[in-house]
């Protein structure tokens, strides 16, 4: 059973005792979340699509931690000019625990 959700503005492929990693969240470790924006719900073969959401279908999950994600170099460069600038960043995640998908 697997079910394709809306979590703050992303669609992921979620499963049953499977970690997924989101974009911050606010909440402390440890910390009960419900998702109701399910899109797509695959119940062994049966499939229900929502029209936009699946009507009474629920994800509880729970935040594991607070973490940061791989960092990301982007360089800049204009050629024959001498410029060049280098940065990065490493983005905010939130590890999630999908505990159960309810319909």
């Known amino acids: ?3 394709i959700v809306d979590i703050a ?3 992921v492929k979620v499963q049953k ?3 997924i990693y989101v974009n911050r ?3 402390e ?3 009960a979340l419900t998702f109701d924006k399910v899109l797509l719900v695959d119940n062994g073969g049966e499939i229900s699509v929502g029209l936009p959401t699946v009507s009474g279908a629920t994800i509880s999950a729970k ?3 607070h ?3 791989e960092k990301v170099i982007v360089f800049k460069k204009k050629r024959r000019k001498g410029y060049r600038k280098k940065n990065g960043h490493r983005q905010s995640l939130t590890k ?3 505990q159960d998908i309810t319909l």
């Open 96 to 98: 999630v625990l999908i």
């Open 29 to 31: 470790p440890g910390a």
């Open 67 to 69: 973490v940061k994600g």
């Open 9 to 11: 503005g992303q669609q």
């Open 25 to 27: 969240l606010s909440g």
């Open 17 to 19: 005792d499977r970690f």
């Open 1 to 3: 059973m697997y079910a």
């Open 63 to 65: 935040i594991l931690e």
